[in-house]
């Protein structure tokens, strides 16, 4: 029997989605494209927007096109918050909601006993499947070690999608970090929907300096990533194991949402800008040559011209390397939605525009800054003729070598720049771990 997955929205949706597979493989199933003829569909849906709802019904519909018969499964973030609309569908057999793995095998298995599984997160403690997953070529592998957010952000429907903040013990988060290192991964990224909320609910609390520290003393994985931390969570603590240990990579994303504290006030986020100026120093000053990327939302409710450019001039003077731009779009159920102020979409479009082309500016400044130096980059694939990788700081590299050398960190000294990627030649192969690419 063969199923196909159509995964929206975030990382961790991606993260979910190849648990999925992991567990229907595992059942003797078979995986196709999306766009192939198959007995069951499922649709891991997001509900950032109203956009990303009406997107899950298109994949559902267009499931049903491909195989009358099909089961088709509605699963993620929209079916977690808004089951009824996906219950009403009549092309969905069926609507899983977070945190019910069980169910999802069944339903996809045999066909499911109820139409509508979805559980309260925010009164039930769902467990959080804790697996290394592969994302991105096969050097690196996810780690989600948080799940559900208690911060409310007014522009935010995922305190009531994902349930509350909840995150797995650090005995295990270890294991798991020290399987993936046995199995061959070089680097490990740490991931949660909160991951700054890391550890408050265990019983004793922990904080996520303390996994960090644990992390920096006992495990064996040589490169460690930070997926995204709030810049109020971001603790001189934090940013001082980052720079001492040699195993975490100097690269952090820090959400702005907004350079303007009216509107970072409007937004319920719990700092102002100069506190996050004050972060970004920080990580600069303790580790020169890191890259700091960030989150921006063009045209939230109230966000004047004069918000704008205020806002617009201040990530200008940031060393930022690299900007996401979203621009707003409504979702229905959050505060947000009932502000007023609204901006005209052609205005939200022309600011979103305008911070994604200084984004650009600002990747590329990152990138020519690294030219001339040396970095250690993680080999990760051939591309046309070249081996590619991605630096401790989030630079793409590429080299010339064998293929040998695909899974082992090398020093490279970069000599140009082409686009917003690298190019160099290796000086030599780092660790030991490549004497053997070595003698190849």
Not at 375 to 404: C, I, W
Request: charged letters at 25%; a neutral charge.
């Amino acid at each position: 029997m063969r199923f196909a997955i159509a995964t929206l929205g975030c990382k961790v949706n991606q993260y979910d989605s190849a648990i999925i597979e992991t567990r229907l493989l595992a059942h003797g199933m078979e995986r196709a494209d999306f766009s192939e003829h198959a007995e069951v569909y499922i649709v891991n849906t997001c509900t950032v927007t109203d956009r990303a709802d009406t997107e899950s019904l298109r994949l559902a519909r267009r499931a049903r096109r491909l195989n009358p018969s099909a089961r088709i499964i509605m699963t993620g973030c929209l079916a977690q918050a808004s089951p009824e609309v996906l219950s009403q569908a009549s092309e969905v057999d069926a609507v899983v909601g977070l945190g019910r793995p069980g169910d999802l095998e069944r339903a996809a298995l045999s066909g499911a006993a109820e139409r509508v599984m979805v559980s309260d997160l925010r009164k039930e403690r769902a467990p959080i499947e804790l697996s290394g997953v592969t994302l991105e070529g096969h050097t690196r592998a996810f780690v989600k070690l948080q799940e559900g957010c208690d911060q409310f952000c007014t522009f935010c429907i995922v305190p009531f999608s994902r349930g509350t903040s909840r995150s797995v013990e650090p005995r295990r988060v270890m294991a798991a970090i020290d399987e993936l290192h046995g199995r061959g991964f070089k680097e490990a990224v740490l991931t949660g929907v909160h991951l700054g909320g890391y550890g408050k609910d265990l019983d004793p609390p922990v904080e996520l300096a303390d996994l960090l520290e644990m992390i920096a003393e006992r495990c064996q994985m040589e490169r460690v990533r930070l997926s995204s931390i709030d810049p109020e969570e971001l603790s001189d603590r934090i940013i001082g194991i980052l720079a001492q240990s040699g195993k975490f990579c100097p690269h952090l994303h820090l959400p702005l949402q907004s350079a303007d504290d009216e509107i970072l006030q409007r937004m319920r986020r719990r700092y102002v800008r100069d506190y996050f100026r004050d972060r970004v120093d920080r990580v600069i000053q303790a580790m020169p040559g890191a890259a700091i990327g960030t989150d921006i939302i063009a045209g939230f409710p109230g966000e004047t011209a004069r918000h704008f450019e205020s806002g617009f001039d201040f990530i200008q003077s940031m060393p930022l390397a690299y900007f996401h731009v979203f621009p707003y779009s409504v979702r229905t159920g959050t505060t947000a939605a009932k502000l007023p102020g609204k901006v005209r979409p052609s205005e939200i479009k022309r600011r979103a525009e305008l911070i994604r082309l200084l984004g650009e500016t600002k990747r590329r400044e990152f990138v020519l800054r690294q030219a001339a130096t040396k970095l250690k980059v993680l080999l990760e694939e051939r591309a046309g003729g070249m081996l590619r990788g991605y630096s401790r700081n989030y630079v793409r590299v590429l080299t010339p070598g064998p293929d040998e050398l695909i899974n082992h960190e090398v020093e490279v000294e970069a000599s140009s720049v082409e686009g917003t990627q690298l190019v160099g030649r290796i000086v030599r192969p780092w660790l030991d771990q490549t004497a053997g690419a070595r003698a190849a």
